[in-house]
């Protein structure tokens, strides 16, 4: 498939079929993630991969109490059902996520390792469209990085810290060609 294909094709899918994702089509998002440009060829990312839909559910969950706690601008459209309105029912969930470093606050790690990981599952992303899958990045679940209990119990290792929270799955719907705006170009300097 071509690049411009996958790049203007892929779309944030939030619909999925109960169509299980193969291990192999998994492992082929991973390692395409694991090309993505990165600081110094430090390759910092570590994947949790969840395919049980309970843990995806209580994932779920769990974040829509916590945006209930912190009075989050979306609490109240995602806390009016029982259904998965976070993940959306999607059969896989990936966590990039980094090992922890003495050296770094929590902050510096983000400050350091976040866009390397950002660009892990952009790659995830087209690499998913070429297979034919949907993918979404899950940015309210992120809202857990700071909930010790939970991420343990999703699997989440003391020494790691959660970045980018993705879902992955087939598209209940055909996916529908997109707009976007010409670049924005503050300043050109030549």
Excluded at 1 to 19: A, F, H, P, Q
Excluded at 70 to 82: G, L, W
Excluded at 138 to 152: E, F, S
């Amino acid at each position: 498939m071509e690049l411009d294909v996958c790049i203007k094709g892929r779309r944030s899918v939030r619909s999925y079929t109960d169509e299980p994702v193969s291990k192999e089509q998994v492992e082929a998002t991973l390692e395409a993630g694991t090309w993505a440009p990165n600081g110094i060829g430090n390759e910092p990312w570590r994947f949790i991969v969840i395919q049980n839909k309970t843990l995806i559910k209580y994932v779920s969950d769990e974040t829509k109490t916590l945006m209930t706690q912190i009075n989050h601008p979306f609490a109240e459209r995602h806390s009016r059902t029982e259904a998965d309105t976070v993940c959306y029912g999607a059969p896989v969930l990936i966590l990039i996520c980094v090992e922890k470093n003495q050296q770094f606050t929590s902050q510096q790690l983000a400050d350091f390792y976040l866009p390397d990981c950002v660009l892990a599952a952009q790659n995830i992303f087209l690499k998913a469209y070429e297979l034919g899958l949907g993918t979404c990045y899950m940015g309210l679940v992120y809202l857990l990085k700071n909930k010790p209990d939970v991420l343990r119990k999703i699997g989440v290792p003391e020494n790691c810290e959660m970045m980018v929270p993705l879902i992955l799955g087939h598209p209940k719907n055909k996916l529908v060609a997109g707009r976007r705006d010409k670049p924005n170009i503050l300043k050109w300097t030549c």
